[in-house]
């Protein structure tokens, strides 16, 4: 019998407590699953914040590991989508030599091409910053690259899911707002 493998963003609506990510990544950990990214922010709620992992593994996995996450004391409540169910994108930072950005015009097309945008500029760097999808943000660290890349780091997946998740609910808390 075949696994079907699939890329899938959990979603993780908890309180902030110490050592809470720590016992989530174990969860992981015992079960020999890469994470592929994670993020964490406050959530949409106040003093809730919002775990978002992405992994690749079976329909069958992500339920089991789902159920170990929710029995978590901190874990209000926990959710995983497919990539046709969320809308997602990751941010990324370029800093490049300054000297490419006055004598190569080339990069200013690259630049304008990708829709990325330049943050800072000093004499000796500038910084472009990239929001998109996985593919897009590759695409411009390559195209940079001859250009005197000097660092590289790009966000873990954010998301939203196309469906309510319903978390106030969950909560009792009045959404008519």
Known sequence: MSKNINTYTISIYTENNIGLLNRISAIFLKRHINIESLTTSPSEIDNIFRFVIVVSISEQNIKRIIK?????????AAFFHTDKETIYLETALYKVKSKSLFDEKHIQKIIKESQANIVTVSPNYFVIEKTGWRNETEKLYHSLEPYGLLQFVRSGRISVSKEPMNISNILGLNTDK
């Open 68 to 76: 170990q996450i929710e029995k978590q004391i901190e874990v209000i």
